[in-house]
Structure formats: structure tokens, C-alpha cells
């Protein structure tokens, strides 16, 4: 009788979890713009580690405290251990879903390094980052890419977690794995404006010479004329 009643109780409290949990699903789906951006899913296994050591290989490096963000930070699964590692730069995760915004505020309890803000990464200027992560949708990397070349600095450092980004000019590639499955990781600067310059310069140059060979042929039947004329 009371085996039984503790396997009823087991079983109300599992499925009041799974009607809670596919609940914040849906949410987090409508939330995501149904498919336009990438719901909650927290970085994991190799492909975080590794990313957390390229970041690492940057802050280490430098005695000046630097500005660090995760766009779409989630529960904060790359910032917490860096912010634990490294408390002379400052951290800051940025999300829209208030649901792992906690369970990083909950986490990184006691880190004065961290703080993490509610908000659209599209709609938040990132000018003064020295380093920026994401773990993006392959349809946000063209947007979220071209936004962020017009924006950041030089010398920010760009990584994106298995997708690429648009418009960035690509530093580097990881191979990774996530359970087991080949994955990437992309490096990134900012393109310089002065390669784009360049462009519309070569062209004004070459328009001019193009139109040489018009002018010689309208000059060949005057020629043409005064030897007729010279004949008669
Ligand atoms: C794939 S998860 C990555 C979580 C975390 N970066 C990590 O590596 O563990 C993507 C996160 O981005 C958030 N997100 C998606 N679009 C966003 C937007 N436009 N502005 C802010 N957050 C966004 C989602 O709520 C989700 O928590």
C-alpha cells in the first residue's frame, strides 16, 4: 500500500515536470521567433572546452581588464567558469529568455565579475567588447554577423560556436566534436573598411581605359576621306 502510494506520488511529480517542461518548450519556441533564433540549449562536452580554452588564450594574455559577453548566454555555461578563472576582466551574458537568466544568476552566486542582462542581441550595441562568444542558428549567423562587423572593434575577437557568421572576416577554424559528432568553431575580426575601398577605386580606373578603342575607330574614316579626296 505505501510502495504503492510513494510510485503514484513519483509519477504525479514526473509528469507535472514533463507538462512544466514542454510548457517552457513551446514558450521558448514562440519566444525564438518559431525557428528564427536558437531556443535554450546549454553549451556541453568537448566543443565547450574548447572554446572556453580559446578564450582562454586571450585572457590570459592580457593584464588590462577586457569586456566579454556570450550573446545569448543561456544559463552562462562558457562565462561562469572564465569569470571564475579570470576576476580582473568582466563578464557579461546577455539573454531575452528569463528562464536561464536565473539559473545563471543562481549560479554564478558570489562572482562580482558576472552580471547577467535581459535583452535582444540584435537590438544591444556591442562597440565596446574585446571578446564576444555565441551559439547561434545558421539563419542568425548572416544578420547577427553583418551587425557585429559594423559595430565592433579591431581588436575584438569574434567565436561562434558551431555555425558560422556572415560579413566577419574568418581568423581561424577549431574541429571539435559534440557526443562524438564533428563540429566546428569559428574565429573571427572585424573585415577592415579600407579592403572595401579599394574595390570601387580599381573600377573608376579601368572604365576610362575601356573606352579608348571608341574613340580610335571614329578617328579611322577621316583618315579614309582625305585619301579619297587626295585620289580625285
Ligand atoms: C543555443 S543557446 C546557447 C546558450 C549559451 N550561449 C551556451 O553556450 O550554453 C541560445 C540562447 O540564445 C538566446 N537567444 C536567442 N535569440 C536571442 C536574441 N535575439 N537575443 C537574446 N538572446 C537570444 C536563447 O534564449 C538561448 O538561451
Known amino acids: 500500500m505505501c510502495c504503492n502510494s510513494i510510485l503514484a506520488l513519483l509519477a504525479l511529480i514526473a509528469g507535472f515536470g514533463a507538462i512544466i517542461y514542454l510548457i517552457y518548450q513551446t514558450y521558448s519556441y514562440i519566444r525564438c521567433g518559431c525557428g528564427k533564433y536558437g531556443p535554450f540549449v546549454s553549451s556541453y562536452g568537448k566543443i565547450k572546452e574548447d572554446i572556453i580554452n580559446e578564450a582562454r588564450k586571450i585572457l590570459k594574455n592580457s593584464k588590462k581588464p577586457l569586456k566579454i559577453t556570450d550573446l545569448g548566454c543561456g544559463s552562462g555555461a562558457l562565462l561562469i567558469p572564465l569569470a571564475k578563472e579570470f576576476p580582473h576582466h568582466e563578464f557579461i551574458g546577455l539573454d531575452w529568455d528569463v528562464v536561464p537568466l536565473m539559473m545563471g544568476k543562481i549560479k554564478s552566486h558570489g562572482l562580482k565579475n558576472i552580471k547577467f542582462v535581459k535583452g535582444d542581441y540584435m537590438k544591444t550595441s556591442h562597440a565596446d567588447m574585446d571578446l564576444i562568444m555565441c551559439y547561434v542558428l ?5 544578420p547577427l554577423g553583418k551587425k557585429l562587423n559594423a559595430e565592433i572593434k579591431d581588436s ?33 575580426k572585424k573585415q577592415k573598411a579600407a579592403s572595401k575601398e579599394t574595390q570601387p577605386e580599381k573600377k573608376t580606373k579601368t572604365a576610362p581605359q575601356k573606352a579608348k578603342p571608341a574613340q580610335t575607330a571614329r578617328k579611322k574614316p577621316a583618315k579614309k576621306k582625305a585619301a579619297s579626296s587626295a585620289k580625285k
Open 138 to 142: 545558421k539563419v542568425t549567423g548572416e
Open 156 to 188: 575584438c575577437t569574434v567565436i561562434s560556436e558551431m555555425f558560422p557568421l556572415g560579413h566577419l572576416k574568418e581568423v581561424k577554424q577549431i574541429n571539435s566534436s559534440l557526443f562524438g559528432v564533428p563540429e566546428k568553431i569559428f574565429i573571427y
